[in-house]
């Protein structure tokens, strides 16, 4: 039995090859999720090096990577719902043995994405300051951290491309390769991390800024070995040849549709985050720290669990171009299973050991107890997060994006924001109130995705 889990776990960490429209369920998704989850590890490894070593810095840098990352959540936003559709173009296209054609959709996603990139990096840069005031900075963090959110800003189009064409990997079903990905950028991005940071012999300390530096290099490296697998015969895309970057308007078309609505869909939840921040803001540069390292670490074990949402979204777009919907529900409930156990698991450490977790990201006393207090309450509620994250996603992967945007609208902009503003600003439960209203948001938007979910209009999405 353990013989046949490590035989497993080595054939999904290898990348073999595998149809995932036959054979057993379960050793699908095992195949499709250790990668995916061990990616989007290495994915919240980033802001989490980040947050440790800027912490030594000092509050006002932790204050300006706290505000810039949660404006930077719009960038990754648009950068995930645009990785939605070649996901899901390519997931069913692959299920219906059709690898060409989803080349020509991954090379047209990935224009799109270069183009996005530059509307977002011109006036990004060139009004830093005057966003970290919009979210409530104060002078000392803007004077401090102004130069870290101009590079972020700057150099988006590494972070939208890195997960275009992560999703054009998952989509493929090769989630190692987008695994090998963010290992070979996240290792890069330790290492240089402490050097920009601190300096090192010749190399001057940048402070904060180092630590945009690093993560940029980093990225940018993954980039290009991205580029470099596409290329050839190393994947089952191949973006040789250039009828795939001449500009295929209807295709263009087909994408946008699915990538609109799964942009406008993430942004829908960043900017509750966005909101969200601005009203911790209000309680001070302490309350921002601590609630910062609070959300990090909640988004350091949370993104795995994405990484098995994102298997199944793949599960789903490749055996719905099989035309086998039975066999794509099947594969979500056994995912979502999976999911709710990790994640129960994780709440319970998360309340239990609050203390030493948050104490080692801070060493400042109020920012620590503010930290506590919200990681012991989104430990509770933590369950649901993977409950609404698996159906949202098996939707986006059949190329319904439609309904998690109208689920986020209901339950972010309509729920979470006027209960966080009501019960941290009107009856004084400050950061505490905040996250309360977060949990409660998640229970309802899991609740509402499982209902929707069963009721199976999913299955005749078209792409």
Request: charged share 10%.
């Amino acid at each position: 039995m353990l013989k046949d889990i490590w035989e497993l776990l080595g054939a999904a960490i290898r990348g073999e090859q595998h149809d995932f429209t036959k054979g057993s369920i379960q050793r699908a998704i095992v195949l499709l999720a250790v990668p995916m989850m061990l990616e989007m590890a290495m994915e919240s490894v980033f802001a989490l090096v980040d947050t440790f070593f800027v912490g030594r810095v000092g509050t006002e840098a932790l204050t300006t990577v706290g505000l810039t990352e949660v404006m930077m959540t719009l960038v990754y936003s648009i950068a995930i719902g645009l990785s939605t559709a070649p996901m899901a173009m390519v997931a069913r296209f692959i299920g219906e043995k059709n690898p060409a054609q989803a080349s020509r959709a991954a090379g047209q996603a990935i224009l799109l994405g270069v183009v996005v990139s530059a509307l977002i990096a011109v006036p990004g840069f060139i009004y830093a300051a005057d966003l970290l005031a919009l979210m409530g900075a104060s002078e000392a963090v803007i004077e401090q951290g102004v130069g870290y959110t101009r590079i972020m800003f700057a150099s988006n189009v590494v972070i939208m491309l890195l997960f275009v064409i992560n999703g054009i990997f998952r989509g493929a079903g090769e989630a190692v390769k987008a695994m090998r990905v963010l290992w070979l950028a996240n290792g890069i991005n330790i290492i240089l991390d402490p050097l920009f940071i601190f300096g090192l012999g010749p190399i001057p300390g940048f402070g904060v800024e180092g630590a945009a530096i690093a993560t940029t290099i980093g990225r940018g490296v993954g980039v290009l070995y991205q580029l470099y697998l596409l290329f050839g015969d190393r994947s089952v895309v191949q973006l040789g040849g250039g009828r795939t970057w001449s500009i295929d308007w209807p295709m263009q078309q087909r994408i946008a549709r699915i990538a609109s609505t799964g942009a406008f869909q993430y942004l829908i939840a960043s900017a509750s985050w966005v909101f969200l921040m601005r009203i911790v803001a209000s309680f001070g540069d302490y309350a921002v720290a601590g609630y910062t390292v609070a959300v990090r670490l909640i988004i350091f074990t949370l993104l795995p669990a994405w990484g098995l949402a994102n298997a199944a979204a793949t599960f789903v777009g490749q055996n719905l171009g099989a035309k086998q919907p039975g066999r794509a529900e099947r594969g979500v409930w056994v995912t979502l299973r999976v999911t709710s156990v990790y994640l129960a698991v994780l709440g319970i450490g998360y309340y239990v050991w609050a203390w030493p977790l948050v104490q080692s990201f801070s060493g400042e006393a109020a920012a620590v107890r503010y930290g506590v207090q919200a990681l012991q309450i989104f430990a509770i509620g933590y369950v649901f997060f993977g409950a609404g994250m698996i159906p949202v996603q098996a939707f986006n992967g059949s190329g319904d994006t439609r309904t998690p945007t109208w689920l986020n609208f209901i339950c972010f902009w309509l729920l979470e924001i006027p209960l966080g503003y009501y019960l941290g600003k009107h009856l004084g439960y400050a950061v505490e109130g905040v996250v309360w209203a977060v949990v409660i948001a998640e229970v309802i938007l899991a609740l509402l995705a499982l209902w929707l979910f069963k009721r199976g209009s999913w299955k005749a999405t078209e792409v």
